[in-house]
């Protein structure tokens, strides 16, 4: 289907067990990473590693390179650890940020930012939606043929 994120194509295709197990009835983000650790399927030492990062070089926000401040409350960083590609590798959060070299607009006036960085030998990409005062909603990392699908999205910014 174009046009449709592949999320939403996910949750129509889910059957509502799988749905269930991922949303389970948490009722904020840091409920939902206890439930995470306490299933199994996140290592304490995980989140451990996450909130010192936060603390160390998140909380007061990062300077993306077009100038704004991107802020991460300790909300947003549970919501961004889900992923486990972030959570085993947390530091991904300000290496994305730092690493933006478009802006193009969103839905619900929200911007996405398109990062990319390098990893050792390996280039990274992803991209992040922040609202517009700067607060990082959500973080995913992504292939080149996806980067390729947000071209149709307005530039904002350089």
Do not use: C
């Not at 948490?26 to 990062?53: F, H, N, T």
């Not at 300790?74 to 300000?94: G, S």
């Amino acid at each position: 289907m174009v046009g449709v994120y592949p999320l939403q194509k996910w949750r129509r295709r889910a059957s509502p067990t799988q749905l269930s197990s991922i949303w389970r009835g948490s009722k904020s983000p840091r409920a939902r990473i206890d439930r995470l650790v306490a299933e199994g399927s996140m290592p304490p030492e995980a989140l451990i590693a996450a909130e010192a990062l936060w603390e160390k070089r998140l909380r007061d926000g990062i300077r993306i390179p077009n100038g704004e401040t991107a802020q991460v409350t300790l909300n947003d960083l549970y919501h961004l650890i889900v992923d486990d590609r972030i959570w085993r590798k947390p530091e991904r959060i300000e290496l994305l940020l730092r690493g933006v070299y478009e802006v193009r607009q969103a839905k619900l006036g929200r911007r996405r930012v398109l990062s990319r960085w390098q990893e050792g030998q390996r280039e990274q990409r992803g991209f992040a939606i922040m609202d517009v005062n700067g607060r990082v909603w959500t973080m995913h990392l992504i292939n080149e043929r996806d980067l390729r699908r947000y071209s149709r999205e307005e530039v904002l910014w350089p």
